[in-house]
């Protein structure tokens, strides 16, 4: 059964609709788990779940910790695929997050030049419903790469027949994300070319490797560009968060006529997706 999560202005609140019989519940891999209550953006990075506080890990090596967020997010169900899990328990993630963070901690981070990476139950919730179409071979683009966490997750999926590519418009990022990949388990797969980052405006996609499988697109858009649909292969799957002040997080199916299907995943909240100069203003 899917609860409905009614998401509020305040910092990591949100209020789930009862269904007609009691709590406890056992929430679907579509629906926001009772802990995982973040919103997408750098004003509301403190504060806890309505429910109760994810807690950190004990002293344990940084393997071991990542580890167990895997295993916590298999827990509440948040990860039901074990090829997803696979993935996100080989992909460090404290190589990906601001030194002095909290690597394994379910919320999103600043990453500076008002970004953020997002919190793991994002990114397990993203990769599972891209699955299919991140097997090996296929073409994956990641829209707003960010620290490149997201995209070394896509290139380990592809694997080296296939191709990962993320496009950031912040150059320093590009910079960064390039680093830490390479501090990676995907850090053959960058040197071999099979994925790369790029520095570029992610709505206009990034047409050189296209048409892609999957889609991901780390910022809230008005409405979905054309050109990700352009760039989107029949048969392939976006994922990206729409709206404004209320945002859903939207599945986008190409069909074999080309013609699309949209759908709506869940209610979120990201920074909106914009040009470099907006983002650098603060929007």
Not at 81 to 101: C, H, M, Q, Y
Not at 122 to 142: F, I, S, T, V, Y
Not at 193 to 209: K, T
Not at 211 to 236: F, M, N, R, S, W
Request: aromatic share 8%; glycine share 8%; proline share 8%.
């Amino acid at each position: 059964m899917k609860v409905q999560y009614h998401y509020y202005p305040f910092p990591a609140f949100a209020i789930a609709t009862k269904p007609t019989h009691s709590l406890p519940i056992t929430l679907s891999s579509h629906s926001p788990p009772r802990s995982l209550f973040f919103f997408h953006n750098p004003n509301f990075l403190t504060g806890n779940s309505l429910f109760f506080r994810m807690q950190r890990f004990c002293s344990v090596s940084g393997m071991n910790k990542n580890k167990a967020m895997v295993e916590r997010l298999q827990r509440f169900g948040v990860i039901t695929s074990s090829k997803v899990a696979e993935v996100i328990e080989t992909v460090d993630r404290a190589l990906f997050v601001p030194d002095g963070a909290a690597p394994y901690d379910d919320s999103p981070m600043a990453i500076g030049y008002n970004a953020t990476i997002s919190a793991p139950h994002m990114h397990a919730m993203c990769l599972q419903l891209l699955e299919e179409n991140l097997k090996p071979g296929m073409h994956a683009l990641d829209v707003g790469s960010g620290t490149g966490y997201l995209t070394a997750c896509f290139a380990m999926m592809v694997g080296p027949q296939g191709r990962a590519v993320g496009v950031e418009h912040i150059p320093e990022l590009v910079s960064v994300s390039i680093e830490n990949i390479q501090k990676s388990d995907a850090a053959t797969l960058l040197k071999d070319g099979s994925l790369s980052i790029h520095a570029g405006d992610g709505r206009q996609g990034w047409p050189e490797f296209a048409p892609y499988d999957a889609i991901h697109v780390g910022a809230a858009a008005p409405e979905i560009p054309q050109p990700l649909i352009d760039q989107l292969k029949p048969g392939g799957r976006m994922v990206i968060p729409v709206g404004n002040v209320f945002q859903d997080l939207k599945v986008v199916d190409k069909n074999s006529d080309g013609s699309v299907s949209v759908r709506t995943e869940t209610s979120v909240r990201y920074v909106p997706l914009t040009s470099r100069e907006s983002q650098l203003r603060g929007y």
